[in-house]
């Protein structure tokens, strides 16, 4: 793993140890250019957004209702000093921590039936990181149909552990489903961080897949 | 006389719509998507499609969890 500040000191120095100067200009000025939206910052979106803060995309689009709980930081991007907070304040907090360049545009509300593309018009891609079927289900049938020409990544399947191997991604059309067919659902199996995160990840770095394209 | 869903061999039913089949394999997740032989079936088409002899069909389910 090499840290950002590695990422930087190579980069200043000229040095082509770690990459290819021309790539790493390329896709650090592509990703600077791209916005990301995310339905929910709890497991799934808080990590997501992290992973692409991370990669210095330009923009995030953040929608969430909630405020941190002690029970969710078992998994979710949040720290005991933050509970209380809403979830969009806090993980807005933790990217500036990160990347002070990325833009960070918070949404505190509940994404309700009828109005849920509204926040996303304008981003290149959403993210679907919410935890109940139904209202997993719901939102992809409107971005699909209210935003016909948006790419949805969404999640089916993170509760549990282990079985990394099972998880694989669904395209159909311009949804991409992070699947794991067998895994059960929340109600009756429970969330860890090691399958949440890796799920959540898979997310963003699909997102980034349809942001740069093949790039070799 | 059989289909395979999901990639699991089942008997096929003759007149058996997609709604009838998600019932009889116990599918009760909000369902995203059917494929039948690759092709997507609107929602819309469940009770009205017959599941053909022979067609691989593919559900993707919704699960729980975040």
């Known amino acids: 793993m090499i840290s950002i500040e590695l990422i930087k000191a190579g980069y200043k120095k000229g040095n082509a140890i770690y990459m290819n100067r021309a790539k790493f200009d390329r896709i650090r000025k592509k990703l600077r250019n791209a916005s990301v939206g995310i339905a929910g910052v709890g497991g799934l979106g808080s990590n997501a957004a992290v992973a692409l803060a991370r990669t210095g995309i330009g923009r995030l689009v953040l929608v969430d209702f909630d405020k941190v709980e002690e029970s969710n930081l078992d998994r979710q991007y949040y720290f005991l000093d933050q509970i209380g907070k809403t979830k969009v304040d806090a993980i807005k907090e933790n990217i500036s921590r990160i990347d002070s360049n990325v833009k960070v545009e918070n949404y505190n509300l509940k994404l309700k039936k009828g109005s849920m593309s509204e926040a996303f018009k304008d981003v290149d891609i959403v993210i679907e990181a919410l935890d109940n079927a139904t209202t997993k289900t719901e939102f992809i049938e409107e971005i699909l149909s209210n935003l016909p020409e948006k790419p949805v990544v969404a999640a089916s399947g993170v509760t549990g552990y282990g079985h990394s191997d099972r998880i694989i991604t669904k395209r159909l059309g311009k949804l991409y489903m992070c699947y794991d067919e067998h895994a059960l659902s929340s109600e009756d199996d429970i969330l860890m961080a090691p399958r949440v995160c890796l799920i959540a990840n898979w997310e963003a770095n699909l997102a980034l897949e349809i942001i740069l394209g093949e790039d070799k | ?66």
């Open chain 2, 1 to 66: 006389m059989s289909i395979e869903v999901n990639s699991r061999k089942i008997d096929w039913v003759k007149n058996e719509t997609i709604k009838h089949l998600l019932r009889r394999m116990k599918y009760t997740f909000p369902l995203v998507v059917v494929k039948i032989n690759n092709q997507v079936i609107p929602r819309s088409d469940f009770s009205n499609v017959i599941v053909p002899d022979n067609s691989k069909i593919d559900v993707i389910h919704m699960i729980s969890g975040g």
